[in-house]
């Protein structure tokens, strides 16, 4: 495929960090305002960029095609009860999902208990449906629970010496559940409540705890419940008690959009989308951005200026989030509509660059420089070079090319788009220190 002729041509003025930012300490750069990114399509009187010899990036790996192929393994190995082969399969399910999500790696803890039973081992079947029931963390977490507690009923059979044992367990976790079900719901501390909880103690069930810590909560009056859910929101850090987390974040977020707390709407939202993004790969974190960050992010950056937002994720969470473009369906082209606002909503990532880019300067220098990009048909960014060749190989591109890695804009037909844009980075004086 080869570049379109009319390349998208972007200008912008930026600091040397992100605007809106605190002011630099000593040895830092001062910000410039970032003026507004202004674009359109090279009028078709302008020269077309130097033609570039591109190549495509490859397609992006399936993480999960080794997982599932593991999977799909282990499953006909236990179809036809051949117990070394599925327990072979299962080693590389396991180890695979370590890599992945909360999904995957319950659908291991599910396979592993199959394994067992097909193997006849009614220990090691109990204690594999014991790690699949704590394993249980992802949206349909009660389904998964149920699964898992049937799972351990059901292994009383492969040892009938064990099957008293294990219908009392099973009664007690059974109970328990619908205990803190049932508080939760009726948002009231139930008289069986602490049963639960000496059991959720007991059994290390962070699920099981964590649910109780939120009934009690929601039993509370008011101060005290926001104080309760939000020790519970700061205090749920495994990942089992991810679906109760989310749930103390939700009444939170509640009270503070009914009372218009702007900063803390926009604190909640981040730390949900946060909570939902870990239970995804690591790899694909970065882009787990839902479209409630944005609106809430848009109605702090209103209130308190352009990047409040992303500065309070940065200090709040340590890292930010996008939104994948690619995700969108094909269209014919990019249009300048597209390019703005994928340009703006990765912006913090190569600000960051061109603030260490500034630090490299000496005051009161100042230098501009102009990027070209390449916008492939799958969304994603190459051949990252500046109009200044002997810039090709310094700090600074190496830094942008990193960052251009996340970049994802809308899939698109048709001829490859070139994109241009310029940055002016000014050092500040330095303060020498006292």
Known sequence: MRSSRVALVLSCLLGCATPGARAPSSGQTQAKPADELASAFEPDSAPPPPRVVARQPPPLPDLRA????????????????????AQAALTDVEREA????????????????????????????????????????????????????????STGRLDPATTRQRQEEVAGLQRAERCVQSAERLERAEKCLPE?????????????????????????????????????????????????????????????????RTLDV????????????????????RWSRPPE??????????????????????????????????????????????????????APLLQECLAAQARRLTPPDSAHYELRWMVFNDGRVGEVHFKQPALDDSELASCLRSQFEAWRYPRYDGEWQHVEQGFTITAAERRSAR
């Not at 080794?66 to 036809?80: C, V």
């Not at 059994?203 to 929601?218: P, V």
């Open 196 to 260: 639960a909880e000496a059991l959720a103690r007991a059994t290390s069930d962070a699920f099981l705890k964590a649910r109780a810590e939120l009934a009690r909560a929601l039993a509370a009056p008011e101060p005290r419940q926001a104080a309760l859910l939000a020790q519970l929101e700061a205090s749920c850090t495994e990942p089992a008690c991810l679906p109760v987390r989310r749930k103390a974040l939700a009444r939170l977020l509640a009270r503070a959009r009914a009372e218009k």
């Open 266 to 285: 926009a604190r909640l939202t981040l730390k949900d989308a946060h909570a939902a993004g870990a239970a995804l790969p690591a790899s694909e974190r």
């Open 98 to 153: 370590q890599a992945l999500g909360f999904a995957e790696r319950t659908q291991a803890a599910e396979l592993a208990f199959k394994v067992a039973v097909v193997a006849g081992a009614p220990t090691g079947a109990a204690a594999r449906a014991r790690a699949w029931l704590m394993a249980c963390a992802i949206d349909a977490v009660d389904t998964c629970r149920a699964a898992a507690l049937n799972a351990l009923l």
């Open 293 to 346: 960050t944005d609106a809430a992010c848009a109605a702090l950056d209103a209130a308190n200026g352009a990047g409040a937002c992303r500065r309070l994720e940065k200090e709040l969470l340590g890292s930010w989030t996008f939104r994948d473009f690619s995700k969108s369906p094909p269209r014919e082209g990019l249009t300048r509509e597209q390019v703005v606002t994928v340009n703006e909503h990765y």
């Open 66 to 85: 080794p997982f599932r192929g593991a999977a799909e393994r282990t499953t006909r190995a236990l179809a036809q009860r051949d117990v070394e082969a």
